[in-house]
T-cell receptor, first 112, second 118 residues
Framework: NAGVTQTPKFQVLKTGQSMTLQCAQDMNHEYMSWYRQDPGMGLRLIHYSVGAGITDQGEVPNGYNVSRSTTEDFPLRLLSAAPSQTSVYFCASWGGGKTEAFFGQGTRLTVV | AQSVTQPDIHITVSEGASLELRCNYS??????LFWYVQSPGQGLQLLLKYFSGDTLVQGIKGFEAEFKRSQSSFNLRKPSVHWSDAAEYFCAVAPPWRFSGGYNKLIFGAGTRLAVHP
């Protein structure tokens, strides 16, 4: 049982490049989310999904796109990377309500 | 605005001393409440959660938390801290139906970094 798998673990991008952070879960959870973690700011919600085909914006959505074509996968796209997007990104999967959320191990992204 | 506040950015305690980490929320109704811990370079681990009922909840690693509706608080406590408890602690809420369509996302506080002196 893999839980939540994020790839890659580390990435360096140049300003203006695009990339996709991958997130997959094998727990058949309806809810998935992307967060970014910056020192002193905790985890801030970027986008979330409540099921296949349904996504919504979180606290800091600008510069990021998501889609959810399957229950298992929830990729995060950076269309034109900026240095302000240097951060650690976490994907989470959750059955919702009175259950525990599970987190991936994180992706450390540096934009130069 | 709806939010989760952890007033203490850094806390330092001596090993064996008691610990209390504060968390306040500002939603009109009680959200679901969680505490997570993150050790350096690691992912997040759930310590405990509160949905309803008994306001004192027990978690893993000897932690407990008390929900106080009148204060909109969910403070984390431990009677005797161990050096291995040094980490960053996050309070999180799942906002209720009125604010998000119903317990379908987690909002985190900014975190409290705990240092433990020997």
């Amino acid at each position: 049982n893999a839980g939540v798998t994020q790839t890659p673990k580390f990435q360096v991008l140049k300003t203006g490049q695009s990339m996709t952070l991958q997130c997959a879960q094998d727990m058949n959870h309806e809810y998935m989310s992307w967060y970014r973690q910056d020192p002193g700011m905790g985890l801030r919600l970027i986008h979330y999904s409540v099921g296949a085909g349904i996504t919504d914006q979180g606290e800091v959505p600008n510069g990021y796109n998501v889609s959810r074509s399957t229950t298992e996968d929830f990729p995060l796209r950076l269309l034109s990377a900026a240095p302000s997007q240097t951060s650690v990104y976490f994907c989470a999967s959750w059955g919702g309500g009175k259950t525990e959320a599970f987190f991936g191990q994180g992706t450390r992204l540096t934009v130069v | 605005a709806q939010s989760v506040t952890q007033p203490d950015i850094h806390i330092t305690v001596s090993e064996g001393a008691s610990l209390e980490l504060r968390c306040n929320y500002s939603y009109g109704a009680t959200p679901y409440l969680f505490w997570y811990v993150q050790s350096p370079g690691q992912g997040l681990q759930l310590l405990l959660k509160y949905f309803s009922g008994d306001t004192l909840v027990q978690g893993i690693k000897g932690f407990e938390a008390e929900f106080k509706r009148s204060q909109s608080s969910f403070n984390l406590r431990k009677p005797s801290v161990h050096w291995s408890d040094a980490a960053e602690y996050f309070c999180a809420v799942a906002p209720p139906w009125r604010f998000s369509g119903g317990y379908n996302k987690l909002i985190f506080g900014a975190g409290t970094r705990l240092a433990v002196h020997p």
